[in-house]
């Protein structure tokens, strides 16, 4: 099979090992005689699988006892919904608007309450994060939501803002695990998996305990997070394979050394990339360097007339799926924690050539 690196924002390349793993493990999981996809959910090989992957989850990301972890469908867009529905309870939420991801969640949010904007960097062309000190936040809040990693537009922060007690409602879809975060300082966390977890259909959430007694009577029972919490995320048959592939995803990274370990390779991927944008003409990244993506790096061309010929090229060098997300065009580079140095080294060396 030729050397390829995928650079696809998600669904999103997969640490080799894993595939391997899950290749092996396919037809026969641990002497079962059954494939992971053939399990009952309830029977005892797949409860043992769930039961290490969230245990595993639990270790990489520090989470504390008193946080829930579930494991839904319907992704992040369907917890935009659910966030409200789970949490409002007839108060304001602030939503602080940082990109493409963030305003669509205001939009999803706003059928199910009063829905405050009280941050939006729209007019900056979501180039950089409002100051914390700018953001409008209402006194009594159901809670604050923003997006750390916008994958659109190449826009991260990890600063946590002080919101007085007001639980802050994170959506980490494209960065969870790429590097340590202090858990208790958020109410909710929530991300789909095919980013940098693994495939598409599951939906983590953590959830403070204290967090689940305000949902709406409305909330649908698979989405009404305290149901889940009390039934092990099983009021309905959750994605039993992604749950899978995610526990193996789990075990590969505390074998890499963790989330810190990752860190440090995922920092030297992005400098490697961002270096060489700031040094050459040729191609440029627009966000303001405090607030540049380590997992998303969008780029342009200053000659967009070669945008057909670079991707062509970018193919035929095995460097695949580098073409902008269609509402902003350019090029995005997703170098997820599964993205080995040596894609970012291929790519940028790729770059040279054809700038040259
Ligand atoms: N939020 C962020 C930050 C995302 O990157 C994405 C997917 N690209 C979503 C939300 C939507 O996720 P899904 O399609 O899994 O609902």
Known sequence: MKQIFNFSAGPAVLPKPVLERAQAEMLDWHGSGMSVMEMSHRGKEFTSILEKTEADFRQLLRIPANYKVLFLQGGAI??????PLNLLNG?????????????????????????????????????????????????DAAYVHYCTNETINGVEFLQVPETHGVPIVA???????????????????????????GPAGLCLVIVREDLLAQASPLTPAVF????????????????????YIAGLVFEWLLAQGGVEAMEQINIAKANLLYDYLDQTDFYYNP??????????IPFRLRDETLNDAFLKAADLHGLLQLKGHRTVGGMRASIYNAMPIEGVQALVAFMQTFEK
Not at 78 to 83: C, F, Q, Y
Request: glycine content about 6%; overall charge neutral; aromatic content about 10%.
């Open 171 to 197: 959506d980490m879809s494209s960065h969870i695990l790429s590097r340590p975060i202090d858990v208790s300082k958020y109410g909710v966390i929530y991300g789909g998996a095919q980013k940098n977890i």
């Open 91 to 139: 108060k304001t939420a602030d939503y602080v608007v940082t990109g493409a991801w963030s305003k669509r969640s205001v939009e999803d949010a706003r059928a199910y309450g009063n829905i405050h904007v009280a941050a939006d960097a729209e007019q900056t062309g979501f180039t950089t994060v409002p100051d914390f000190a700018s953001w409008q936040l209402t006194p």
């Open 224 to 243: 009404h997070w305290k149901t889940q919490a009390d039934n092990q995320s099983m009021i309905n048959t959750p994605p039993t394979y992604s749950i």
């Open 78 to 83: 369907a917890e935009n919904a659910m966030i």
């Open 287 to 296: 966000i303001q360097p405090a607030y540049r993506s380590r997992m998303n």
